[in-house]
């Protein structure tokens, strides 16, 4: 398993961490941010595969700014496995 730590841009959160085991997301935290809606995407996700973050999350967009926090996981997780391949 490795741990990243994604600095996200557009969005209020100032960081997004992460484990990823193969294709296999767990212990989402985010630092900032609407502490109660990151809580409960953190725990929806947990042992979601990168496809399936991105099915459900990737394009979202909040506030007009053309991304979202879960838009932003969607980039955060998609980036680190192809880092890791």
């Known amino acids: ?3 990243y730590d994604y600095r996200p841009r557009g969005v ?3 960081k997004i961490s992460f484990d990823l085991e193969g294709d ?3 212990n989402v935290s985010f630092l900032g941010g609407c502490n109660g809606n990151l ?3 953190s725990r929806v996700v947990e042992g979601m595969t990168v496809a399936q973050i991105e099915g ?3 394009g979202i967009s909040c506030g007009g700014k053309g991304t979202s926090c879960s838009d932003q996981l969607a980039a955060a ?3 680190a496995y192809e880092q890791g391949k």
Do not use: D
């Open 1 to 3: 398993m490795q741990h």
């Open 24 to 26: 296999t997301v767990h």
């Open 39 to 41: 809580q409960a995407i």
């Open 77 to 79: 997780v998609r980036a």
């Open 12 to 14: 209020c959160p100032m």
């Open 56 to 58: 459900y999350f990737k």
